[in-house]
């Protein structure tokens, strides 16, 4: 019985589905459009009291489609996002502006190959305050690279929100994840 109303309710999601852009990449009501000034979007998210993320993606990105068909969609974990995350979103081969917490200047796939980012989707999770001179990768507490399914997606964003990074504990986020798979009332990671 709780495995069909989970189905009915996946049937009946409102439509949290993402359009293309012109640049060929999905976009959602809870991505922002900003200035990809990056001190700018960090103080921004803080004055929300939201975190704030880096979305990188790409034209054609199967696993991109796959998120924002698939996982993105769904209320639980659009709610969540929209509620706690400010979320820029970045392009991989991108010529936009985009400027770093040290100061620099480049475009998007400057930036994305200065921080070593190679697939999409790939998600930098940022902390509140970033030390001068760092970049985004590496002030970032967590990277969430590539495609997952619903279950890990809503747990990485749980354990970025909840800064359980921080905590003094042996539970990274693997063991996190584990646990909450173990606390799923069906056990199944996604």
Not at 52 to 71: A, P, S
Not at 75 to 103: K, R
Request: aromatic fraction near 10%; charged fraction near 30%; include cysteine.
């Amino acid at each position: 019985m709780k495995r069909l109303l989970i189905l009915l309710s996946l049937i009946a999601l409102p439509g949290f589905a993402a359009e293309l852009g012109d640049d060929g990449l999905h976009k959602t009501d809870w991505m922002r459009d900003t200035f990809k000034d990056l001190r700018e979007d960090l103080a921004e998210a803080n004055d929300e009291g939201k975190r704030l993320v880096l979305m990188v993606e790409q034209r054609g990105c199967i696993y991109c489609t796959k998120m924002h068909e698939e996982v993105f969609p769904r209320a639980d974990i659009a709610s969540y996002i929209a509620e706690n995350f400010f979320v820029v979103q970045v392009n991989l081969h991108g010529d936009t502006e985009i400027t770093d917490f040290d100061g620099e200047t480049l475009s998007e796939k400057q930036a994305a190959r200065k921080w070593g980012l190679l697939f999409t989707p790939s998600i930098l999770f940022l902390p509140e305050e970033v030390d001068a001179g760092a970049t985004a990768q590496s002030a970032a507490v967590a990277l969430m690279p590539g495609a997952f399914g619903p279950g890990t997606t809503l747990d990485m964003f749980t354990w970025v929100y909840e800064k359980r990074y921080a905590l003094d504990s042996e539970e990274d986020f693997q063991r996190y994840h584990a646990r909450r798979i173990q606390e799923r009332a069906d056990g199944t990671a996604d």
